[in-house]
């Protein structure tokens, strides 16, 4: 058993709690004591102790992109084309050194468990790979070697696209996403589930959108999942265009088309659903269902700001995520969303910082399939990290204050002791296992042919 002590420690309650002795019994939490004096046998953990934040939305390799795709102007469209450029330079080998280096970027930044929105498939020309199911066996054994946990949401992607007419062909790129139709999907995807899943790896499915999945296949998708208790994730209303598409090919928002078709429910995530109508919203709500926001992608992109205030009055979850890896930082996600809501509703205060955490630690390990995750309890999975409360951004403030210092100031380079599954991932702000700067720069300049 190993003894952590920690100066102050968030048990889910409005503010910190301070002294708090975490014993960790193998991989789970064996007793959490606050009002305890630290003994010499304690690891001392100075700052803040949280549950393992949760990445609940990530594409690993358009961490890529970062830089790149800054140059000039556009809209989501035009950086799509560059997505797919990179897309079609991966494979198993090099996909595995990047999402290696991704992932323990994450751990840096306090990230526990990873959703991974996985639909890379197959090869460039859309031909299976001899393991049909090789790259989610690299990004699970990226995850591994990093040192966190990760639900592989299995991705059905049929379609080009979605206009009046009904959805159109795959393109060139494109084809690598598919398994061509709903059935042959389900039949990889649960070979990767009986493959892949191990303490650490879990399986999900995903719908990619409305655009790229026919109800028929939506309905498929959803009963796969309901067969399994497996979380389903689909992206929702990120663009406005999205939602003219459906309405123009079936009379209904996406939302709708997803309800009509039985993907909404407890253990669906809408990812973005930036640009929901009210009805929506109540859908959604009463569903009970997560929706995921990915804030810095979300104005990279110019997609908009998502209503966060209104799904939780309507009783939907939120999570977080990093999307398009344009940083890699869970705090500033977190932060986001109130002050985003600030910037659409020009009222302060409509999430507080409880609720957000709430949304980056237990509602995103949830919608990941990782309900033992996310809370510092007895019985709980060891997964926990330690925020500095002494760096020049967040010193300053009081113990009263440690959740709204971590929230609205803190960064994930504040980040300095990360445990999961009772391991040590990160001492000191550096990963224990590997140089992941020196490994990040290797795995892009291998991708992207440069020197």
Same mark, same amino acid.
């Given at each position: 058993?190993?003894? +952590?002590?920690?100066?102050?420690?968030?048990?889910?309650?409005?503010?910190?709690?301070?002294?708090?002795?975490?014993?960790?019994?193998?991989?789970?939490?064996?007793?959490?004591?606050?009002?305890?004096?630290?003994?010499?046998?304690?690891?001392?953990?100075?700052?803040?102790?949280?549950?393992?934040? #949760?990445?609940?939305?990530?594409?690993?390799?358009?961490?890529?992109?970062?830089?790149?795709?800054?140059?000039?102007?556009?809209?989501?469209?035009?950086?799509?084309?560059?997505?797919?450029?990179?897309?079609?330079?991966?494979?198993?080998?090099?996909? /595995?050194?990047?999402?290696?280096?991704? +992932?323990?970027?994450?751990?840096?930044?306090?990230?526990?468990?990873?959703?991974?929105?996985? +639909?890379?498939?197959?090869?460039?020309?859309?031909?299976?790979?001899?393991?049909?199911?090789?790259?989610?066996? *690299?990004?699970?054994?990226?995850?591994?070697?990093?040192?966190?946990?990760?639900?592989?949401?299995?991705?059905? +992607?049929?379609?080009?696209?979605?206009?009046?007419?009904?959805?159109?062909?795959?393109?060139?790129?494109?084809?690598?996403? =598919?398994?061509?139709?709903? #059935?042959?999907?389900?039949?990889?995807?649960?070979?990767? #589930?009986? =493959?892949?899943?191990?303490?650490?790896?879990?399986?999900?499915?995903?719908?990619? =959108?409305?655009?790229?999945?026919?109800?028929?296949?939506i309905a498929t998708v959803a009963s796969w999942a309901d067969e399994r208790n497996a979380p389903l994730h689909a992206h929702v209303s990120e663009q406005q265009v999205e939602n003219d598409q459906s309405l123009a090919a079936y009379g209904v928002t996406p939302a709708a088309l997803l309800a009509d078709n039985g993907a909404l429910h407890a253990s669906f995530t809408a990812v973005h659903a930036t640009h929901l109508t009210a009805a929506d919203i109540g859908l959604l709500g009463s569903a009970a269902s997560t929706v995921c926001l990915c804030p810095t992608t979300e104005r990279d992109l110019a997609d908009g700001i998502g209503p966060a205030g209104a799904?939780?009055?309507?009783?939907?979850?939120?999570?977080?995520?990093?999307?398009?890896?344009? *940083?890699?930082?869970?705090?500033?996600?977190?932060?986001?969303?109130?002050?985003?809501?600030? /910037?659409?509703?020009?009222?302060?205060?409509?999430?507080?910082?409880?609720?957000?955490?709430?949304?980056?630690?237990?509602?995103?390990?949830?919608?990941?399939?990782?309900?033992?995750?996310?809370?510092?309890?007895?019985? #709980? /999975?060891?997964?926990?990290?330690?925020?500095?409360?002494? =760096?020049?951004?967040?010193?300053?403030?009081?113990?009263?204050?440690?959740?709204?210092?971590?929230?609205?100031?803190?960064?994930?380079?504040?980040?300095?002791?990360?445990?999961?599954?009772?391991?040590?991932?990160?001492?000191?702000?550096?990963?224990?296992?590997?140089?992941?700067?020196?490994?990040?720069?290797?795995?892009?300049?291998?991708?992207?042919?440069?020197?």
């Amino acid at each position: 058993m190993t003894s +952590y002590w920690c100066e102050l420690a968030w048990l889910g309650g409005d503010s910190a709690v301070a002294d708090v002795q975490v014993e960790v019994d193998g991989d789970r939490i064996r007793a959490v004591t606050p009002a305890t004096p630290h003994s010499a046998g304690a690891t001392r953990l100075s700052g803040l102790t949280l549950p393992g934040l #949760a990445n609940a939305h990530s594409h690993a390799f358009h961490r890529a992109l970062r830089g790149r795709t800054q140059v000039g102007g556009g809209s989501f469209w035009t950086w799509r084309t560059q997505m797919y450029a990179a897309a079609q330079r991966l494979q198993p080998e090099n996909y /595995l050194r990047l999402a290696r280096a991704v +992932y323990g970027e994450m751990a840096l930044a306090g990230i526990t468990s990873v959703g991974e929105f996985h +639909y890379l498939h197959h090869d460039v020309a859309g031909t299976p790979y001899a393991e049909p199911n090789a790259m989610g066996a *690299v990004l699970a054994q990226a995850a591994a070697q990093a040192g966190i946990r990760i639900t592989v949401l299995d991705t059905c +992607y049929l379609h080009g696209g979605l206009d009046a007419g009904g959805h159109t062909a795959l393109n060139d790129v494109q084809r690598r996403f =598919s398994d061509g139709d709903a #059935a042959s999907w389900a039949t990889r995807a649960s070979a990767a #589930a009986a =493959s892949l899943e191990s303490s650490i790896c879990r399986v999900g499915a995903a719908i990619h =959108s409305v655009r790229a999945v026919d109800p028929a296949a939506i309905a498929t998708v959803a009963s796969w999942a309901d067969e399994r208790n497996a979380p389903l994730h689909a992206h929702v209303s990120e663009q406005q265009v999205e939602n003219d598409q459906s309405l123009a090919a079936y009379g209904v928002t996406p939302a709708a088309l997803l309800a009509d078709n039985g993907a909404l429910h407890a253990s669906f995530t809408a990812v973005h659903a930036t640009h929901l109508t009210a009805a929506d919203i109540g859908l959604l709500g009463s569903a009970a269902s997560t929706v995921c926001l990915c804030p810095t992608t979300e104005r990279d992109l110019a997609d908009g700001i998502g209503p966060a205030g209104a799904l939780c009055k309507g009783g939907a979850r939120l999570a977080l995520g990093s999307d398009s890896q344009a *940083v890699i930082d869970l705090l500033e996600e977190t932060r986001a969303v109130e002050l985003n809501e600030r /910037l659409a509703s020009h009222v302060r205060g409509t999430h507080d910082a409880p609720s957000l955490l709430r949304a980056a630690c237990a509602n995103g390990q949830r919608s990941l399939g990782w309900h033992e995750v996310g809370e510092l309890r007895a019985g #709980a /999975l060891a997964d926990f990290i330690t925020v500095r409360l002494d =760096s020049v951004r967040t010193t300053g403030g009081s113990a009263g204050s440690a959740l709204e210092t971590a929230v609205f100031a803190a960064t994930a380079d504040d980040v300095s002791h990360v445990v999961v599954g009772g391991e040590v991932v990160v001492l000191d702000g550096r990963h224990v296992r590997y140089d992941v700067a020196t490994e990040m720069q290797a795995a892009i300049s291998e991708l992207m042919d440069e020197e």
